[in-house]
């Protein structure tokens, strides 16, 4: 190399070649026409591109004699090679291609594209069938072709077919897609639990078995009538459904099948034509004064609560709207409800002029249906003025006519204690360092009360709230045989003036036969007489909500041979041996203020 040039004398070398470079810028030979050098050799050249039958392509000029003429391939039977070199049907002819559904073999509702080859005729193509139309395909020959199918809401199907000189059509057809099919309870859109059975009419006929989502293969598209017979428990569903390709899930609505016995209080079913069902309601009303009935109440009923908690004002009424209203003349003081079903909370809300609004809870699952009856006598207090006091306990038990026998009211008393003393039938009057701060109400126990103390205690002092049972007299009181403490029914009503109610509000309430949810067996301890109610603590007198504990528990007095009765108050010295004097021996003639 000098000067970027190469210089010197080259080696020629064309061993074993006769045609192309000599390695030395020459040539070792040229071929004939019709030949190509490859590798140094020359060789015929044949071109068999996109050509499948007839003479190979020849470059111009070729030597035939060097170069003899080669075959691209044959045609099969029924085919001729065409000038281009490739095989065609030896009569070419236009084919009508339908698609239909392969049940009911009509035509389907949607387009089709199908895809068609042949391996033979190295063919392939997709063409378009629309919905309910023909297509005309010209085929590139005869013989074997594969079709594969696919149409919105169809299963995508593949067929064979052998074209002859004679065929003038070819039907191909797809499946419907698989649709399933559910049962629902209407109200609360969940499939139901027992199986059914379902028929349909309309595009195609037909019933299946349904025992839950199930899958439902239609008779092509468009619309069908369903009727599902469930095995039990629910009505008979109907419904009227166009399928499309884009149906999935069809879902018949069913609903409960209400009779007297499912345990449902629905469908114009009363207490009284169904007690099975329905509870009823049995509401009285009296004047917490102890001056007797109260008429033309208003009691609203609720399935949720329709007051909410606050510590600031005590317990406020919320948006809650009543399921039911019932109300009364002027000349009743009782309210019956019927259509409430055994298995729930039913709130009331009892509304008269001049009274504090009532509120309460019945539990209705606790009711037994083969007495079918829920009674509440109820004390409403009147609003509270500015000279009565801040707070108003009222403690109300069974009426004369109440189970158990003899339908005698067991005769209670009501005992308030407090810091400088105690506050009952026996002590009516409270005063605390020269101011009297309580004073009670009513004391009508042998009525079932009721029995009404108000009282304004300090903030922060403790009120002890007593139920005694005291001894009486078989000659003097017959109606207090066999009658127990636990059987009362007893329960004590708070009211109280609040910051966003100067007039009072029911702040909360203590009921006995709550107790015996829990503790069942304390129902048949005969022997206590004493329950201890609650303890009652407010931190700003008649402006927040007071704290009521309730104690929930029952004690045993200790009776002298005076028939006076002594229990331990719990709550201060003066009353750790606390004395309720014998009432049937002329001690005191009056139990009612």
């Not at 030949?35 to 071109?47: M, V």
């Not at 729930?344 to 002029?353: A, H, K, Q």
């Not at 001049?354 to 606790?366: D, E, G, K, P, V």
């Not at 009721?450 to 009486?472: F, L, Q």
Request: proline residues 4%; charged residues 15%; negative net charge.
């Amino acid at each position: 190399c000098s000067n970027g040039v190469c210089t010197g004398t080259a080696t020629v070398d064309c061993t074993g070649r006769t045609c192309g470079s000599n390695r030395a810028g020459g040539s070792c030979g040229s071929c004939s026409a019709g030949q190509r050098c490859r590798a140094g050799q020359c060789e015929c050249y044949y071109d068999c591109n996109e050509r499948n039958c007839g003479n190979a392509v020849q470059p111009e000029g070729t030597n035939t004699g060097l170069c003899p003429q080669r075959s691209c391939g044959t045609c099969p039977s029924g085919f001729t090679c065409g000038s281009n070199g490739r095989c065609s049907a030896s009569t070419p002819c236009t084919v009508t291609i339908t698609v239909v559904d392969c049940n009911s073999r009509r035509a389907i509702s949607s387009s089709a594209s199908v895809a068609i080859s042949s391996v033979s005729l190295s063919y392939s193509a997709t063409v378009t069938v629309s919905a309910g139309a023909a297509y005309s395909w010209n085929t590139p020959g005869l013989g074997s072709f594969s079709f594969q199918t696919s149409a919105s809401g169809y299963l995508t199907n593949s067929q064979s077919f052998t074209l002859a000189s004679t065929t003038t059509s070819v039907e191909l057809c797809v499946s419907p897609a698989v649709v399933q099919v559910d049962v629902r309870e209407r109200k609360t859109n969940i499939t139901i639990e027992v199986g059914a059975s379902i028929s349909y009419t309309g595009v195609a006929s037909g019933s299946f078995r349904w025992n839950g989502v199930t899958s439902w293969t239609h008779g092509g598209f468009g619309s069908y009538s369903f009727i599902a017979t469930p095995d039990s428990k629910y009505t008979v569903g109907s419904l009227t459904y166009s399928v499309t390709a884009s149906t999935t899930l069809i879902i018949i609505y069913v609903d409960i099948a209400y009779f007297c016995g499912d345990d449902l209080c629905t469908s114009g079913e009363t207490a009284t034509n169904c007690q099975l069902d329905c509870v009823a309601l049995f509401l009285e009303f009296e004047n917490a004064d102890g001056s007797g009935p109260v008429n033309g109440p208003t009691v609203n009923y609720f399935l949720d609560n329709p007051r909410d908690a606050n510590a600031d004002t005590g317990p406020n009424r919320n948006s809650v709207q009543q399921t039911t209203t019932r109300t009364t003349g002027t000349g009743s003081n009782t309210v019956l409800e019927e259509t409430y079903s055994y298995d729930e909370l039913v709130y009331f809300e009892v509304v008269v002029s001049t009274f504090i609004n009532f509120y309460w809870r019945a539990n209705t699952s606790n009711i037994d249906p083969l007495l079918g009856t829920y009674r509440l006598r109820v004390h409403l207090s009147k609003l509270l003025g500015t000279t009565d006091f801040n707070y108003r306990l009222v403690n109300t038990w069974k009426p004369i006519d109440a189970t158990p026998e003899p339908y005698g009211p067991t005769d209670l008393n009501l005992h308030l204690f407090y810091s400088s003393g105690a506050l009952d039938i026996n002590n009516p009057s409270l005063t605390n360092q020269g101011f009297a701060i309580g004073k009670a109400i009513a004391d009508s126990k042998q009525s079932g009360g009721p029995a009404t103390m108000d009282i304004s205690p300090d903030s922060g002092i403790v009120v002890a709230v007593w139920n005694s049972k005291p001894p009486r007299s078989s000659v003097i009181a017959p109606s207090q045989n066999n009658r127990y403490l636990v059987d009362s029914g007893s329960y004590v009503v708070f009211y109280g003036k609040t910051s966003n109610a100067a007039n009072g509000k029911q702040v909360g309430q203590v009921v006995m036969d709550e107790i015996f949810l829990t503790n069942p067996s304390l129902k048949s301890n005969h022997q206590v007489d004493l329950w201890y109610v609650a303890q009652f603590t407010v931190n700003q007198p008649a402006r927040n909500q007071p704290t009521i504990v309730a104690q929930s528990r029952f004690k045993t007095s200790t009776i002298n041979s005076a028939r006076d009765m002594f229990f331990d108050c719990e709550a201060y010295s003066y009353c750790n041996n606390f004395k309720v004097p014998y009432s049937d021996t002329g001690r005191r003639d009056v139990e009612d203020f």
